[in-house]
């Protein structure tokens, strides 16, 4: 395998980590295996047993250990299993003890007649079945030097009769052996109970909340499985209306363990394998339906030549998860799949020697189940799994989260650039409409006006005084414009505070008392600075009207605002004019464009004039204000 | 409106102590100074000021140079500058009296009396201003109301003054702290009275509208407005400083 290319992330320093805790757990596991040297270990190994009961076939006779013998009915009975062998003089004297590698159905065990155990078996009641090894300690001076009896009675409901081996010698030696037995046979169980009791929970909490993540269901599957298989070690003796459920439960236990596992393997290495997963699931169903077929037909609770076929079956569909994973491993180089890889094969190794065990074939010196060193590998390896996808996760996380950032920061730019943007039209917009807005004024105003003058100053027909006039108009006409014209949120009120300001002293010049009046007029009056410079002029033009042909004492100028309507009244109490005439001949041409200026406000214009005075009123209605 | 309501708490300052007695009550006239490039507009104001009893004209000119040569030997009263002049900016000469002349009073004339024109006039020293086509009994009239205590501003100039003393109205300005140095104190930001004062201006008012409102008489608005020109004077005065630290001149 190649090792070039590979990150130092936390995924490959968890896949490494496996991997060398396999290999530290294989050599462990095995040390526990050394092979017996009869000649120069402290103890004894028995090899025969006398088996002896009702409706044992062929009583009596004298079996090699360990005995796994079939028989055909499933009732009560009761076994005596006696043992002869030879002690040397050395052993005899030192403290001893009795070794049992592994008891199925409990039992009394006698040593020269004296007991030295009693451990539950079958009665009436319960059934018993144990899958772990004894340790007894023997009085002082019980075994001889020479010839010594060992005797078990028991009693068992089950089609199987199991003897175990056993060993009998140096107490320290063999409780050396029982601890190291009991370790990887019972406390590791136990240990790798409880983790996959919360792994289960864990992944299939993980599945609840995110269904999408069948792989964790199927891990979840697995390690409850492993926990109903383990029920075995925890809960010996069974009541006997319970065994077959109890088995039932163990067999399902034992079919969830490896199938959740393979679906699993083959799920994480990105086969999307549906027709694996029924296999699966049907080779399981199909051996439970057996079991629980036979037990109702024939009351019993083990299946003698299914049961091994059965889960050899399991071991052939985790060949399909091995050759799976071994491509997987060749395209990705990962260590998870090597770890996977490395367990797969394992529990297909440990799982054929079991299958032989149980059907009386011990392959090794270690007379266990070895599946239980496999499992917790396994769920260890699955931990380790957990805590990288967790943290992948979160990374992954982390990066998007990142990567929104950096997207909302572009986006954010992106507005400020299209808001300055924006602001630029608007300024440019606002820039031409100004522009457009003092040309019409211009036009209007001040333009007209000089030609108008020029016209009449190419006639020749102007006094100096009209002339005066006239520029002094324009001069008017302009300031009108620039008042207007330096803040386009000046409101009305200011702009007729200028022009009153500007008119004030010439009227006083003229000895004509203003009497000025605007305590009406709204603040915010929603007028454009387009429709103020026409009302302006109207006002302005009115009063240089007065100034130059009224002859008045008084000018009273009054700016009252409604919602509705806007209203001007100008009066003064002068000489009057002929309203009709003026405005039929050249010089009134000031009424005419007063007239012209209120048309295009929209602006209704009345002129009354008559020998007390002249009253000018100007109503513009208003647009609606907008709400609040 | 209760906001109208006179405090005695805020006596307005005696102005007039620094300033000639009125015109027509006093034996001797107002003496006036102009500088105006345009000589036709130069003309039309020696006639105005001729032609009124209590007006004298001190001098004449038709640039900067000229007129501080002329103020030194022929001081006025009232000097009358345009501002865009041939050999320097009008504002330089008015700056120039109100440092060198501490008792004149300078008016700027000016076409459209538009208030920016008029308020960096103000800030330079200026304590009124006249339209160019003012016609002759309008200047006079100007003059006279200056000399009294206070010739009137326009609505527009007002708001303007108004602006430039509001909080954070510039961000590279100074601060008022950085401006509340011992030699210019309370000066930098308006009092409310003055306040008060300039928005009713803004508002369209004459000043015996304003003195009628607030229950106080003419002068005490003239005076109000004179200290706000004062202000508008330190406060830019601070600003250029400022300004000039900034750019480490000084």
Known sequence: MALRGWKYDLNRFAGVTVLLLCLLWCHSATAADQPDQPNSQPFVSIQTVELSGPSVPGTGRVLELPVHEHRSERKLIELKAVARFEVPQAMASSENALYLQILHDGGVFTLNGVEVGNIPTADEKKTVRFIRPFLFPLPAGLLRAGSNTLERRWSVRENQILVPRMYVGQADFLSQRFERHFFWQNTMAQVSSVIAAVIALIRLGLFVLNSKARAYFWIGISATGWGLLNIAYFLPPVPVALFPYWHLLLYMGISAMPIGGWIFVVMDCGAHKPWFQKVCLGWAGLFCTIYWLNYLLTGQTLLPLVTPVWHMGLSVLGFYAIWVLIQTVRARRQPRHVAFLVIAVSAIVTGTIDVALMSGHQLLGFGGYTLQTVAPLWFIVVCMILVTDFSKSIQAQQAHQRELATKLDAQRQEIERLHAFERQVQQKQAAAHERARIMQDMHDGLGSQLVSSLAMAQGGELTPQQIYDLLRSCIDDLRLAIDTSTDSRDSLALALGNLRFRMEPRLKAAGIALKWNTQGLADDLPLPVEQQLPLLRVVQETITNTLKHAQAKTLSVSVASSNAELSIDISDDGSGFDVKTASQTATGKGLNGLNKRARSLGAALHIHSSASGTQVRLLLPLPLAPPG | MTMLVATPADPPPDIRANLPARAGSAVLPVSVA???????????????????????????????????????????????????????????????????????????????????????????????????????????????????????????????????????????????????????????????????????????????????????????????????????????????????????WL
Request: proline share 5%; glycine share 8%.
């Open chain 2, 34 to 248: 102009i500088l105006e490039d345009e000589t036709h507009v130069r003309r039309s104001m020696e006639s105005a000021i001729h032609a009124d009893a209590g007006l004298s004209l001190a001098f004449s000119a038709q640039n900067v140079k000229e007129a501080k040569q002329l103020a030194l030997t022929h001081a006025a009263q009232v000097y009358l500058v345009d501002l865009g002049l041939p050999d320097a900016d009008g504002r330089e000469f008015i700056r120039w009296i109100a440092a060198n002349q501490p008792g004149a009073s300078s008016m700027v004339v000016t076409v459209f009396g538009d208030d920016e024109h008029i308020v960096s006039s103000f800030a330079a020293g200026a304590v009124g201003y006249l339209l160019k086509d003012a016609p002759p009994a309008e200047i006079a009239q100007r003059i006279a109301e200056l000399v009294a205590g206070g010739s009137p501003i326009s609505p527009s100039v007002a708001r303007r003054m108004l602006q430039h003393f509001m909080p954070g109205r510039n961000a590279g300005a100074p601060t008022p702290s950085q401006l509340a140095s011992p030699s210019h104190g309370e000066l930098v930001s308006l009092s409310e009275r003055e306040h008060e004062v300039l928005r009713l201006i803004e508002k369209g008012l004459t000043y015996d509208e304003i003195a009628q409102a607030l229950g106080i008489t003419w002068h005490t608005v003239t005076g109000y407005l004179r200290r706000v020109y004062k202000k508008l004077e330190v406060r830019s005065r601070g600003e250029a400083v400022f300004e000039a630290r900034q750019r480490g």
